[in-house]
């Protein structure tokens, strides 16, 4: 069974700041690894994802990721957080043995940006 | 237009009653699935289904039954809503392969009295 978990709920961060939401897996196969964000009234849209290669990822906006098989995390980060950032964040684990080669998701993680 | 879309955006019915939500892709894709998300739990699947000729359980299908009419329709139905079914329901579809991006649709809150 693989499983996701995203520390913090809620992230809050200044215009400007480093932007950091955490995410970290369990799968007994190597995973493939995403990050979908939502904007208020909207479906989910792709961020970035990790299937195979290199390990850092870079996505749209800004973001990147990168997986750590050690560590089994995935975590999201963005040097210098936008406004425009202000959305909900899920990290979803895929593999290609599971039926359905079904996404699996996390809680999700909200971020405030304050001015 | 929008790859995937889904009637209606919004509903708000009555205990008991039956609703079908619909979602309708342009992307070509076979698969297609149906989620629920609900605060704090993420995405939950419903059902999915690979073609017109399959379609499977997921994780939380009680209370639910689908439809693929096409490769390009698949409609999920509450045959008796309840309360706890109020949720925000997406459909996506993807090509696949299981590391290929998954395409959702705006979603449909759905409010049950």
């Known amino acids: 069974a693989q499983s996701v978990t995203q520390l913090g709920s809620h992230v809050s961060v200044s215009e400007g700041a480093l932007v950091l939401l955490r995410c970290n897996y369990s799968?007994?196969?190597?995973?493939?690894l995403f990050w979908y964000v939502q904007y208020p009234n909207q479906g989910l849209q792709l961020l970035l994802k990790?299937?195979?290669?290199?390990?850092l990822v870079k996505g749209i906006n800004g973001f990147e990721a990168e997986f750590k098989k050690s560590e089994t995390s995935f975590h999201l980060t963005k040097p210098s957080a936008h406004m425009s950032d202000a959305a909900e964040y899920f990290c979803?684990?895929?593999?290609?043995?599971?039926?359905?080669?079904?996404?699996?998701f996390g809680g999700g993680t909200r971020l405030m940006v304050k001015p | 237009d929008a790859d995937v879309t889904q009637t209606p955006r919004n509903r708000i019915t009555k205990t008991g009653k039956r609703i079908m939500l619909e979602c309708s892709q342009t992307?070509?894709?076979?698969?297609m699935y149906w989620y629920r998300q609900d605060p704090g739990l993420g995405l939950r699947l419903i059902y999915y289904?690979?073609?017109?000729?399959?379609?499977n359980k997921g994780e939380i299908s009680d209370g639910y039954s689908v439809s693929r009419q096409a490769q390009a329709k698949f409609s999920l139905s509450l045959e008796s809503a309840i309360p706890n079914q109020t949720a925000l329901y997406f459909c996506?579809?993807?090509?696949?392969?299981?590391?290929?991006?998954?395409?959702f649709g705006p979603g449909t809150r759905l409010t049950v009295l």
């Open positions: 979803a684990v895929s593999s290609p043995n599971n039926a359905g080669n079904m996404l699996t």
């Open positions: 996506a579809t993807r090509i696949g392969y299981a590391g290929d991006t998954q395409y």
């Open positions: 799968s007994s196969v190597p995973p493939y």
């Open positions: 992307k070509g894709h076979d698969r």
């Open positions: 990790y299937t195979t290669g290199a390990t």
């Open positions: 289904s690979f073609d017109v000729k399959d379609i």
